[in-house]
């Protein structure tokens, strides 16, 4: 879903602009961070909003409208909260790039280690999960890649491992993503991605074991690796002030290959929404 990265340097937007790249990425960001759209978290590391040489985040409140689980057919609104910090040596930390480094300094390669967090599923998060159990809660550690291939776009890559029933889940996520200051108070932002899943992943979220099927009457499923779902990404961002911007954003996703022909897959298209605010410090 998400994949909206930093103008950078070169842009030379203003501050203006830049509080409303920053919160154009938190929307982007937000859209895959908490509940049923936990399977798209942490799809790629966004550092924005402070030179390489220097500290900062920002930190704010948005409120998104989300699938119930990734190929359900409901959805609902839930409130997320928005904090992200980077520190001058590299060191980052935030909802929505977990904790890790940097150490591509100020050239236009971002690379780095992290630790981010697989939010699972819970089993009453709609009927029609009924009698698969829950997946728990798991650490990933990961590596990531971004390269800002021209002024405002960049490719970003990142690689999570540990997810699952059995703790060896591995996402692979790519994305390109594009942002343009309409004005010094306006800034648009587009993104694709696309994320690829090993067998272990697939199975506990997409497939259905012998014993699921006894007690949830879907039929057995054993899912292959493959890709999970590509989306595209659009965030609109006005700034109120040097500090303070609000950001309205809407991510299309479609579910693929051995995913989409799961059982427990009700709608394999979706659509998100979410409106934020964004404070720098």
Request: proline residues 4%.
């Amino acid at each position: 879903m998400k994949q909206l990265q930093q103008a950078t340097s070169k842009f030379k937007p203003g501050r203006l602009a830049l509080v409303s790249l920053i919160t154009a990425l938190a929307c982007i960001a937000s859209l895959s961070l908490v509940s049923d759209a936990r399977a798209q978290a942490f799809d790629a590391v966004r550092l924005y909003g402070v030179k390489t040489a220097e500290s900062g985040g920002s930190v704010g409140m948005g409120l998104a409208y989300l699938p119930k689980y990734m190929g359900a057919k409901d959805a609902g609104l839930r409130p997320l909260p928005l904090l992200e910090y980077r520190w001058s040596n590299g060191l980052f930390a935030g909802t929505g790039n977990g904790i890790g480094v940097n150490f591509g300094g100020s050239g236009p390669a971002q690379f780095g280690a992290r630790l981010t967090v697989d939010i699972g599923r819970k089993e009453d998060a709609d009927d029609h999960l009924a009698g698969l159990g829950d997946i728990k809660v798991r650490p990933e550690l990961g590596l990531f890649f971004n390269y800002e291939i021209a002024r405002g776009l960049q490719a970003t890559s990142s690689l999570r491992y540990g997810s699952g029933d059995q703790k060896n889940g591995l996402v692979a996520d790519l994305g390109l993503s594009y942002a343009y200051p309409v004005s010094p108070s306006w800034m648009l932002g587009v993104g694709v991605a696309a994320s690829w899943v090993n067998e272990d992943y697939m199975q506990s979220y997409f497939g259905v074991t012998q014993a699921q099927a006894g007690r949830s009457g879907l039929a057995r499923y054993s899912p292959k690796a493959g890709g999970r779902d590509a989306r595209a990404n659009l965030a609109l961002t006005y700034s109120y002030s040097q500090r303070l911007g609000v950001s309205f954003g809407l991510t299309a996703g479609q579910l693929l290959s051995e995913a989409k022909r799961s059982p427990l897959v009700q709608q394999s298209s979706s659509v998100s929404g979410f409106a934020g605010v964004t404070y720098l410090f």
